[in-house]
């Protein structure tokens, strides 16, 4: 950002200003799990309430969430009822949703294959991809809309694809299963992640059959034919997982590794073409490159692309809410949690809270470069955090910004006349259903 321009400020919901009754409450829920808040919940340190009947306790400040998802984690291993069965028809008992003896077990062979150790190797097919991406849009006639979120969902896709099964498998898999995520995701109801009765996302299972099995189909034709060194190999050699666990674990690793890390793209974009001097600025960075693609070894001299990525995460985390019920009754902070009631933490508020961050509603990457204020531990927690965070998050981290810095340079998206822009929370947080942008040259 240029000194004395003001930064941009992107599009959230209107926030509530008095109490809702419920059944506007479970309007906005149906509708938006982010049209929910209250004004003063991106100030405050707690939130008590109910909902249906069932006590919610969020955790509101980075030593509550803390004292919650970390030093009292095991109270709360367990997802929402709600969650795991909207889940479970496409992952079956993957690491995303298990709790219990089959987490303990599957938690060591998913993290082997995803650690940070490995990233070197997985971001060569990182590289590979976003200068393909490169190619092909610059083929594109000038003037005709792309949706960016299905352009970004199958550069993920074809990312996470080859990472997984194999470099030699081609493009039509992963845009089967893109486009089968996508309909899955749009299907499911964001009320019935949360609160509302267990049966109701049985019943939306009923209706997501289609895209299960489409998704099912080619997954497990993929595992069948996965190569010696991928991924889903070596999790098979390395521990004893029946076909249908690895089927799971690919199809976690998938939507994992592939919808966040699209979303995250897309709204990067997003913010770009609104900001014209982070644009230009993270232009100037990958510029060094000398018209390369960016690798992995390059990561460190990209500071402001990943202060970007970081940035963007703040803002529009991929998972805006994190649910787990009580296993018994237990005290956090002083506020009792009886046995069965949700303690949540939710970086849609702590990511904007007024207390830990500057002009917290602004795109403002400077914040995460080095030399910047610094922020309370756990203030900012786009990947979960304690037993259950993400095991991906360095895969993530390492892709987004080997995709910006490798197309940044060459491409200026901007957004489509008429488009409209608003953050939609369902499985993840996007920027609606489509995101349609031009994709010219750079200047």
């Given at each position: 950002m240029t000194e004395g321009?003001?930064?941009?400020?992107?599009?959230?919901?209107?926030?509530?200003?008095?109490?809702?009754?419920?059944?506007?409450?479970?309007?906005?829920?149906?509708?938006?799990?982010?049209?929910?808040?209250?004004e003063r919940q991106f100030s405050g340190e707690v939130v008590e309430t109910r909902i249906l009947g069932r006590p919610i306790l969020v955790c509101n400040?980075?030593?509550?969430?803390?004292?919650?998802?970390?030093?009292?984690?095991?109270?709360?291993?367990?997802?929402?009822?709600?969650?795991?069965?909207?889940?479970?028809?496409?992952?079956g008992d993957g690491l995303i949703?298990?709790?219990?003896?089959?987490?303990?077990e599957r938690r060591p062979a998913v993290a082997a294959v995803t650690?940070?150790?490995?990233?070197?190797?997985?971001?060569?097919?990182?590289?590979?991809?976003?200068?393909?991406?490169?190619?092909?849009?610059?083929?594109?006639?000038?003037?005709?809309?792309?949706?960016?979120?299905?352009e970004m969902g199958g550069l993920a896709a074809e990312v996470i694809c080859r990472c997984v099964f194999g470099r030699r498998l081609g493009a039509q898999a992963a845009a089967e299963v893109v486009q089968a995520f996508t309909a899955y995701q749009s299907r499911v109801t964001p009320a019935a992640l949360l609160t509302l009765p267990d049966w109701m996302p049985r019943l939306a299972g009923l209706r997501l059959r289609p895209q299960v099995r489409a998704i099912h189909?080619?997954?497990?034709?993929?595992?069948?034919?996965?190569?010696?060194?991928?991924?889903?190999?070596?999790?098979?050699e390395g521990h004893a997982l029946s076909p249908r666990a690895l089927r799971n674990e690919a199809a976690t690793l998938f939507l994992a590794g592939h919808e966040t890390t699209a979303s995250t793209l897309a709204w990067a974009w997003y913010l770009l073409s609104q900001a014209p001097a982070v644009a230009a600025r993270l232009r100037t960075e990958a510029a060094a490159l000398g018209g390369r693609p960016a690798r992995f070894e390059d990561l460190p001299r990209l500071p402001y692309a990943r202060a970007v990525v970081e940035e963007t995460l703040r803002l529009y985390p991929p998972i805006p809410m994190l649910a787990r019920v009580a296993q018994r009754a237990v005290s956090v902070g002083g506020?009792?949690?009886?046995?069965?009631?949700?303690?949540?933490?939710?970086?849609?508020?702590?990511?904007?809270?007024?207390?830990?961050?500057?002009?917290?509603?602004?795109?403002?990457?400077?914040?995460?470069?080095?030399?910047?204020?610094p922020r309370p531990r756990h203030a900012f927690i786009p990947f979960s955090l304690g037993p259950r965070v993400c095991t991906g998050a360095h895969f993530a981290l390492a892709?987004?910004?080997?995709?910006?810095?490798?197309?940044?340079?060459?491409?200026?998206?901007?957004?489509?006349?008429?488009?409209?822009?608003?953050?939609?929370?369902?499985?993840?947080?996007?920027?609606?259903?489509?995101?349609?942008?031009?994709?010219?040259?750079?200047?």
């Open positions: 321009a003001a930064p941009f400020i992107p599009p959230y919901p209107e926030r509530v200003t008095s109490r809702l009754k419920l059944p506007e409450l479970l309007r906005r829920m149906r509708r938006n799990l982010l049209e929910i808040w209250h400040s980075p030593a509550l969430v803390q004292q919650a998802f970390i030093r009292q984690a095991a109270c709360f291993e367990r997802k929402t009822p709600q969650m795991r069965h909207a889940l479970e028809p496409l992952v949703i298990s709790d219990g003896l089959v987490w303990r650690h940070a150790g490995r990233i070197a190797d997985l971001a060569l097919v990182m590289t590979e991809v976003a200068a393909e991406r490169a190619a092909s849009w610059a083929t594109l006639p000038p003037g005709r809309p792309t949706d960016m979120l299905a189909a080619v997954i497990d034709r993929l595992v069948a034919e996965a190569e010696p060194g991928s991924l889903i190999r070596a999790m098979a506020h009792a949690v009886p046995r069965g009631g949700l303690v949540m933490a939710v970086p849609w508020l702590l990511h904007r809270h007024r207390r830990l961050w500057e002009a917290p509603d602004a795109f403002m990457p400077e914040r995460f470069l080095e030399g910047a204020a892709e987004a910004v080997i995709v910006l810095a490798t197309l940044a340079p060459r491409f200026a998206p901007r957004l489509a006349a008429g488009a409209r822009v608003f953050p939609v929370a369902r499985l993840t947080l996007r920027p609606g259903e489509t995101l349609p942008m031009l994709i010219g040259r750079a200047a």
